[in-house]
């Protein structure tokens, strides 16, 4: 067969289940034979960046590497900030680009590749020659795994049409869970927690397994300290009734106050970066325990006590084993006045959250709560960047960390949009809601909204439309300056996504916002709905001024 073929071949031989893409002639035959000889499913993107966030919004719900294709030269300079997202997100993906003929020194899209993705932090592999195919191309799936982050398989074009002797790829991922059972990292860890008289357990995305969260649930009670989680660790602990929300710069007020004042963190799966430690004020003056499987994630973000290698679950069930052993009491931070004061705050939040609005417009907490209500709890949520997020992250809740997906590795707009297609696809028989702002969909989302059409998704777009680049509205109010340039023309986002396919709806009143979360619970589950909800520019989150996370 031919090297395409084989790359194809390949991919399916890999479990490749669904390839995202754009076509051009330095990958059009790949697709082609994926889609004809090995029966794959071919996700075409109507742009390369929207390919590669769709197979990193895959890889996220899925727990899959993410596999996409894009050709040589613009192309894959197209993809540039999709890969530095999937950097940033820690995303495990495959990126297929073919290359320019070496001998064509003048082909119009001849760029130094390498180049270009050693900038974006992604990692690159070149396939090498026609006895390699079957090494690269799994080579370029251990590192992704291994690694977390996207690798860029570079097929040089002329290669795809050599003949080749079909070998299958093989791929083995070593096993990485792993736990120290005596060390004097233990020993200062459970020396530490014994002391503790305000202990707070923080988990994050790498808690990701139910059985890791039991464990570490587990050892939260044996010590009775309350949870926290990072925000990629968003649907841990959601029944645990001293659960503190999460942790940092969006913390509510009563988790807030109990983070401040513990005396020992003990960190299981998160990097505890600037948003997770509220800007380092969280984290000062404190005992710091850490675990994670990989050393270079323990005190890369925020100095710790103790750091200590190892996977969450098994070390969380390690360290009960030598408390129960050391019979050394709970600390009795999970009181009857904290379970009373995270009572009283979730029976009040709703309330004072909601604030009202001008004529014409929808309070973003109220929003948030209307779109919680309406859909099932066991959805997938996925936010892109803008003023709106903080209401939705404090509000919407998922059943575990794989069906969140936030789209603020790179703090840019516009991402999640293409992100939220790929999880739907990856979603199964539940909804996927995606909440954006006016700016991003109009920056990359819009043009995607006809691949969401085209492959049936259930997909819930809620439009936070303020009319505005909301962060630029507020530097400007901060600093006393008028905030025009700021401002969007208004658009009619319901017409235009009826236009593309989708069904659309316009909300600028409480009673619209009724009706429109009806529309959402009887929503046509093959198409997509758009909801365009009108957003006071002027109105800031929690009454003080932010930025973009």
């Not at 006045?337 to 929808?362: C, F, M, S």
Request: charged share 20%.
């Amino acid at each position: 067969m031919k090297v395409y073929e084989a790359i194809a071949r390949g991919l399916s031989d890999l479990g490749c289940e669904k390839l995202f893409g754009v076509l051009g002639d330095g990958c059009v035959y790949i697709i082609d034979s994926f889609r004809r000889d090995y029966n794959g499913r071919y996700v075409a993107a109507t742009h390369e960046g929207s390919s590669v966030l769709m197979a990193q919004g895959w890889a996220r719900v899925s727990g899959q590497t993410g596999v996409a294709t894009v050709t040589h030269g613009p192309g894959l300079t197209n993809t540039v900030t999709a890969l530095v997202e999937g950097v940033k997100a820690a995303t495990p993906m495959v990126l297929i680009v073919g290359d320019t003929p070496v001998l064509d020194r003048e082909h119009a899209q001849n760029i130094d590749q390498a180049a270009l993705v050693a900038a974006t932090g992604a990692g690159f592999e070149h396939m090498r020659g026609t006895e390699t195919v079957a090494e690269d191309l799994a080579r370029a799936f251990y590192r992704a795994q291994v690694e977390l982050r996207p690798i860029v398989l570079n097929v040089p074009v002329e290669l795809q049409w050599s003949d080749v002797e079909y070998r299958k790829p093989h791929l083995r991922v070593p096993e990485t869970r792993s736990v120290i059972p005596s060390s004097k990292d233990m020993d200062d860890a459970i020396g530490i927690i014994a002391t503790a008289s305000l202990p707070v357990v923080i988990a994050g995305r790498g808690v990701n397994t139910p059985e890791a969260e039991a464990s570490v649930l587990r050892f939260a009670q044996r010590i009775e300290a309350p949870v926290a989680t990072s925000l990629r660790g968003k649907g841990l602990f959601n029944d645990d009734p001293f659960h503190l929300g999460i942790s940092g710069t969006v913390s509510h007020e009563v988790g807030l106050d109990v983070i401040a004042r513990s005396d020992c963190l003990i960190v299981f799966g998160s990097s505890l970066n600037k948003y997770t430690s509220g800007e380092r004020g969280l984290t000062r003056d404190k005992r710091i325990i850490q675990i994670n499987p990989l050393a270079s994630e323990l005190g890369s973000c925020t100095p710790v006590t103790v750091g200590m290698v190892g996977d969450p679950g098994l070390t969380a069930d390690a360290m009960v084993k030598w408390l129960d052993e050391a019979e050394i009491p709970g600390s009795g931070a999970r009181s009857n006045d904290l379970r009373e004061a995270l009572e009283n705050y979730h029976k009040n939040a709703k309330q004072k959250q909601i604030r009202p609005t001008p004529a014409g417009t929808v309070d973003l907490f109220e929003l948030a709560y209307a779109v919680e209500e309406a859909l099932p709890k066991d959805r997938v949520f996925v936010n892109g960047s803008g003023r709106f997020m903080f209401a939705f992250w404090e509000v919407i809740s998922v059943p575990n960390p794989r069906s969140y997906v936030d789209g603020n590795g790179f703090s840019s707009i516009g991402i999640g949009e293409a992100t939220a297609m790929g999880a739907a696809l990856a979603a199964g028989d539940r909804p996927t809601l995606l909440a954006t702002g006016d700016g991003g969909l109009m920056l990359s989302g819009l043009g995607e909204l006809t691949t969401a059409v085209t492959e049936e998704l259930d997909l819930v777009v809620i439009v936070a439309n303020d009319s505005s680049y909301g962060a630029e509205h507020i530097a400007f109010t901060m600093h006393n300056m008028d905030p025009e340039t700021s401002l969007l023309p208004s658009r009619d986002f319901a017409r235009i996504a009826e236009a593309l396919g989708c069904k659309g709806l316009t909300v600028t009143n409480t009673e619209e916002l009724k009706a429109a979360m009806e529309a959402v619970a009887n929503r046509d589950r093959k198409r997509p709905l758009v909801i365009d909800v009108k957003i006071d520019p002027a109105v800031v989150y929690g009454g003080t001024a932010i930025a973009r996370p």
